[in-house]
Protein backbone atom coordinates (compact mmCIF):
# COMPACT_ATOMS: atom_id res chain seq x y z
CA UNK A 1 0.00 0.00 0.00
CA UNK A 2 1.96 2.71 -1.17
CA UNK A 3 1.35 6.32 -0.82
CA UNK A 4 0.01 8.56 -3.60
CA UNK A 5 2.41 11.05 -5.34
CA UNK A 6 2.35 14.63 -5.18
CA UNK A 7 4.64 17.05 -6.45
CA UNK A 8 6.31 18.13 -3.46
CA UNK A 9 5.99 21.84 -4.20
CA UNK A 10 3.87 24.14 -6.28
CA UNK A 11 4.23 28.14 -6.78
CA UNK A 12 1.45 30.84 -8.30
CA UNK A 13 1.35 34.25 -7.75
CA UNK A 14 -2.08 36.15 -6.20
CA UNK A 15 -4.71 35.98 -8.85
CA UNK A 16 -3.38 33.01 -10.22
CA UNK A 17 -4.14 29.90 -10.47
CA UNK A 18 -2.90 26.06 -9.77
CA UNK A 19 -3.12 22.85 -9.72
CA UNK A 20 -1.67 20.04 -7.74
CA UNK A 21 -1.50 16.33 -9.11
CA UNK A 22 -2.49 13.32 -6.82
CA UNK A 23 -1.92 10.15 -8.73
CA UNK A 24 -2.48 6.53 -7.89
CA UNK A 25 -3.63 3.32 -9.08
CA UNK A 26 -6.97 1.54 -10.53
CA UNK A 27 -6.83 -0.04 -7.16
CA UNK A 28 -7.50 3.93 -5.35
CA UNK A 29 -7.64 6.94 -6.81
CA UNK A 30 -9.16 4.93 -10.24
CA UNK A 31 -11.23 2.61 -9.00
CA UNK A 32 -13.35 4.70 -6.65
CA UNK A 33 -14.58 8.40 -6.00
CA UNK A 34 -13.73 8.85 -3.17
CA UNK A 35 -10.65 11.67 -2.95
CA UNK A 36 -10.79 13.96 -0.35
CA UNK A 37 -8.36 16.86 -0.19
CA UNK A 38 -6.82 18.38 2.79
CA UNK A 39 -5.33 22.20 3.97
CA UNK A 40 -2.39 22.37 6.25
CA UNK A 41 -1.43 25.05 8.02
CA UNK A 42 1.83 24.98 9.97
CA UNK A 43 0.98 24.02 13.23
CA UNK A 44 -2.55 23.11 12.59
CA UNK A 45 -4.94 19.74 11.94
CA UNK A 46 -5.69 19.40 8.41
CA UNK A 47 -8.80 21.01 7.49
CA UNK A 48 -11.02 19.30 4.89
CA UNK A 49 -11.31 21.20 1.50
CA UNK A 50 -13.28 18.72 -1.13
CA UNK A 51 -14.61 15.19 -0.90
CA UNK A 52 -15.71 12.56 -3.27
CA UNK A 53 -13.79 14.02 -5.82
CA UNK A 54 -15.27 17.69 -5.94
CA UNK A 55 -17.62 17.86 -3.26
CA UNK A 56 -16.62 21.47 -1.33
CA UNK A 57 -17.95 20.95 1.98
CA UNK A 58 -20.11 24.17 4.20
CA UNK A 59 -17.84 27.52 4.22
CA UNK A 60 -15.10 26.43 2.01
CA UNK A 61 -14.23 28.67 -0.97
CA UNK A 62 -15.29 27.98 -4.63
CA UNK A 63 -12.03 28.90 -5.17
CA UNK A 64 -11.09 25.35 -4.10
CA UNK A 65 -12.23 22.96 -7.20
CA UNK A 66 -11.29 18.96 -7.71
CA UNK A 67 -11.41 17.08 -10.37
CA UNK A 68 -10.49 12.97 -11.66
CA UNK A 69 -9.64 11.52 -14.89
CA UNK A 70 -8.53 8.06 -14.22
CA UNK A 71 -5.78 7.44 -11.61
CA UNK A 72 -4.97 11.11 -11.40
CA UNK A 73 -6.76 13.65 -9.41
CA UNK A 74 -6.51 17.52 -9.54
CA UNK A 75 -7.14 20.36 -6.82
CA UNK A 76 -7.07 23.26 -8.40
CA UNK A 77 -7.10 26.87 -6.38
CA UNK A 78 -8.50 29.76 -8.70
CA UNK A 79 -8.04 33.38 -7.95
CA UNK A 80 -4.62 32.62 -5.60
CA UNK A 81 -4.93 34.55 -2.60
CA UNK A 82 -1.76 34.99 0.35
CA UNK A 83 -4.04 32.69 2.71
CA UNK A 84 -3.91 29.57 0.44
CA UNK A 85 -0.22 29.49 1.39
CA UNK A 86 -0.28 25.59 3.29
CA UNK A 87 0.53 21.80 2.73
CA UNK A 88 -2.10 20.32 0.85
CA UNK A 89 -2.77 15.93 1.07
CA UNK A 90 -4.95 14.16 -0.97
CA UNK A 91 -6.35 10.99 0.49
CA UNK A 92 -8.60 7.84 -1.18
CA UNK A 93 -9.77 4.63 -0.31
CA UNK A 94 -8.55 1.84 -1.12
CA UNK A 95 -9.23 -1.84 0.35
CA UNK A 96 -11.27 -0.98 3.22
CA UNK A 97 -8.48 1.44 4.05
CA UNK A 98 -7.57 5.25 3.95
CA UNK A 99 -4.11 6.01 1.90
CA UNK A 100 -2.67 9.45 1.49
CA UNK A 101 -0.32 11.62 -0.31
CA UNK A 102 3.29 12.49 0.66
CA UNK A 103 1.82 16.22 0.38
CA UNK A 104 2.00 19.72 -1.42
CA UNK A 105 3.49 22.55 -0.16
CA UNK A 106 1.87 25.60 -1.75
CA UNK A 107 4.07 28.63 -1.82
CA UNK A 108 2.05 32.04 -2.92
CA UNK A 109 4.78 34.33 -4.40
CA UNK B 1 -20.47 22.30 16.63
CA UNK B 2 -18.32 18.75 16.71
CA UNK B 3 -14.89 19.01 18.53
CA UNK B 4 -12.38 16.24 19.56
CA UNK B 5 -9.95 16.41 21.97
CA UNK B 6 -6.72 13.82 22.05
CA UNK B 7 -5.32 13.10 25.06
CA UNK B 8 -2.61 10.60 26.75
CA UNK B 9 1.36 10.35 27.25
CA UNK B 10 3.69 13.14 25.41
CA UNK B 11 6.72 10.73 26.03
CA UNK B 12 6.61 7.32 25.49
CA UNK B 13 9.64 4.36 26.12
CA UNK B 14 10.68 2.06 23.17
CA UNK B 15 9.39 -1.63 23.17
CA UNK B 16 6.34 0.01 25.58
CA UNK B 17 2.55 0.99 24.62
CA UNK B 18 1.27 4.26 23.16
CA UNK B 19 -1.87 4.85 24.41
CA UNK B 20 -4.19 8.09 23.84
CA UNK B 21 -7.65 9.16 23.79
CA UNK B 22 -10.16 10.80 21.64
CA UNK B 23 -12.91 12.72 23.67
CA UNK B 24 -15.75 13.55 21.50
CA UNK B 25 -18.23 16.75 22.56
CA UNK B 26 -21.34 18.45 20.26
CA UNK B 27 -22.02 14.43 19.42
CA UNK B 28 -22.75 11.26 20.08
CA UNK B 29 -20.28 8.48 18.85
CA UNK B 30 -23.14 5.93 19.18
CA UNK B 31 -25.48 8.04 16.35
CA UNK B 32 -22.92 7.04 13.46
CA UNK B 33 -19.90 8.26 11.64
CA UNK B 34 -16.88 6.77 12.08
CA UNK B 35 -13.67 7.60 14.18
CA UNK B 36 -10.04 8.07 12.93
CA UNK B 37 -6.74 8.40 14.25
CA UNK B 38 -4.35 9.69 11.65
CA UNK B 39 -0.07 10.49 12.27
CA UNK B 40 2.41 12.86 11.51
CA UNK B 41 5.83 12.44 12.14
CA UNK B 42 7.75 15.84 12.68
CA UNK B 43 8.00 17.32 9.08
CA UNK B 44 6.57 14.39 6.98
CA UNK B 45 3.23 13.70 5.75
CA UNK B 46 -0.18 12.11 7.13
CA UNK B 47 -0.51 8.59 7.40
CA UNK B 48 -4.07 6.58 8.61
CA UNK B 49 -3.70 4.27 11.70
CA UNK B 50 -6.80 2.82 11.49
CA UNK B 51 -10.71 3.68 12.38
CA UNK B 52 -13.66 1.87 14.15
CA UNK B 53 -17.51 2.16 13.33
CA UNK B 54 -19.75 3.17 16.32
CA UNK B 55 -20.68 -0.32 16.17
CA UNK B 56 -17.31 -1.68 16.84
CA UNK B 57 -15.88 -2.09 13.54
CA UNK B 58 -12.52 -1.98 12.99
CA UNK B 59 -10.46 -0.90 10.20
CA UNK B 60 -6.66 -0.66 10.29
CA UNK B 61 -3.52 -0.17 8.03
CA UNK B 62 -1.86 -3.26 7.07
CA UNK B 63 1.53 -2.04 7.83
CA UNK B 64 0.22 -1.30 11.17
CA UNK B 65 -2.44 -3.75 12.07
CA UNK B 66 -0.29 -6.23 13.94
CA UNK B 67 0.53 -3.57 16.68
CA UNK B 68 -2.64 -0.97 16.61
CA UNK B 69 -6.02 -1.39 18.70
CA UNK B 70 -8.69 1.13 18.74
CA UNK B 71 -11.74 0.33 20.89
CA UNK B 72 -14.80 2.98 21.31
CA UNK B 73 -16.41 3.74 24.54
CA UNK B 74 -19.60 5.13 23.99
CA UNK B 75 -20.75 5.53 27.83
CA UNK B 76 -18.01 7.98 28.27
CA UNK B 77 -18.41 9.54 24.21
CA UNK B 78 -15.23 8.65 23.76
CA UNK B 79 -12.54 6.59 21.38
CA UNK B 80 -9.02 4.92 22.16
CA UNK B 81 -5.60 4.09 20.62
CA UNK B 82 -3.13 1.44 21.56
CA UNK B 83 0.11 0.75 19.63
CA UNK B 84 2.57 -1.56 20.30
CA UNK B 85 5.89 -2.56 20.68
CA UNK B 86 6.92 1.23 19.75
CA UNK B 87 10.01 2.77 18.03
CA UNK B 88 11.80 5.96 17.38
CA UNK B 89 9.64 5.48 14.23
CA UNK B 90 6.40 5.81 16.05
CA UNK B 91 7.25 9.70 17.03
CA UNK B 92 4.60 11.79 15.84
CA UNK B 93 1.72 14.43 15.96
CA UNK B 94 -1.42 11.98 16.53
CA UNK B 95 -4.90 13.43 15.44
CA UNK B 96 -8.06 11.75 15.84
CA UNK B 97 -10.60 12.48 13.73
CA UNK B 98 -14.51 12.16 12.69
CA UNK B 99 -15.09 10.09 9.51
CA UNK B 100 -17.72 8.96 6.70
CA UNK B 101 -17.56 5.47 6.29
CA UNK B 102 -19.14 5.37 3.03
CA UNK B 103 -16.81 7.98 1.02
CA UNK B 104 -13.69 7.72 3.48
CA UNK B 105 -12.86 11.35 4.25
CA UNK B 106 -12.70 13.21 7.34
CA UNK B 107 -14.39 16.38 8.49
CA UNK B 108 -13.53 17.28 12.00
CA UNK B 109 -10.18 16.54 13.56
CA UNK B 110 -8.76 17.21 16.86
CA UNK B 111 -5.57 19.84 17.42
CA UNK B 112 -3.22 16.61 17.58
CA UNK B 113 -0.80 15.63 20.53
CA UNK B 114 2.96 15.05 19.87
CA UNK B 115 3.75 11.34 21.26
CA UNK B 116 7.64 11.30 21.38
CA UNK B 117 9.40 7.82 22.01
CA UNK B 118 12.15 8.08 23.63
CA UNK B 119 13.88 6.40 26.67
Known amino acids: QSALTQPASVSGSPGQSITISCTGTSSDVGGYNYVSWYQQHPGKAPKLMIYEVSNRPSGVSNRFSGSKSGNTASLTISGLQAEDEADYYC?????????FGGGTKLTVL | QVQLQESGPGLVKPSETLSLTCAVS?????????WGWIRQPPGKGLEWIGS???????YYNPSLKSRVTISVDTSKNQFSLKLSSVTAADTAVYYC????????????WGQGTLVTVSS
Open chain 2, 97 to 108: ARGWLSSNYFDY
Open chain 2, 26 to 34: GYSISSGYY
Open chain 1, 91 to 99: SSYTSSSTI
Open chain 2, 52 to 58: IYHSGST
